[in-house]
Nanobody
Framework: QVQLVESGGGSVQAGGSLRLSCAAS????????MGWFRQAPGKEREFVAA????????YQADFVKGRFTISRDNAKNTVYLQMNNLKPEDTAVYYC?????????????????WGQGTQVTVSS
């Protein structure tokens, strides 16, 4: 069982930055592939980024490449999402997710555990 708690959300102006954190419970965090997803009002949940536990490979959705970076610190049981050059269309609730598999997936149904989400609001 893994419990995930996100933090770091907030309100920023366009062009600003935020760093989201997701703290995980459990002794086997290092063996979980971690992902970030987001859901804007009236829209479906979408993949943002993920990082494999097996080889550390990171994946990002095309719309965040060059702006967002996912990383993990296994010693702290934490995964991060550094978000730079934020745009109003990045406004959403951001969710952390975990899957007990070696490789990342972009489909949220492939993830077994989810956090409660943290709100990110970007104003123009």
């Amino acid at each position: 069982q893994v419990q995930l708690v996100e933090s770091g959300g907030g309100s920023v102006q366009a062009g600003g930055s935020l760093r989201l954190s997701c703290a995980a419970s459990g002794r086997t965090f290092s063996r979980y592939t971690m992902g970030w997803f987001r859901q804007a009002p009236g829209k479906e949940r979408e993949f943002v980024a993920a990082i494999s536990w097996f080889d550390g490979t990171a994946y990002q959705a095309d719309f965040v490449k060059g702006r967002f970076t996912i990383s993990r610190d296994n010693a702290k049981n934490t995964v991060y999402l550094q978000m730079n050059n934020l745009k109003p269309e990045d406004t959403a609730v951001y969710y952390c997710a975990a899957r007990n598999r070696a490789y990342a997936k972009t489909n949220g149904f492939e993830y077994e555990y989810w956090g409660q989400g943290t709100q990110v609001t970007v104003s123009s």
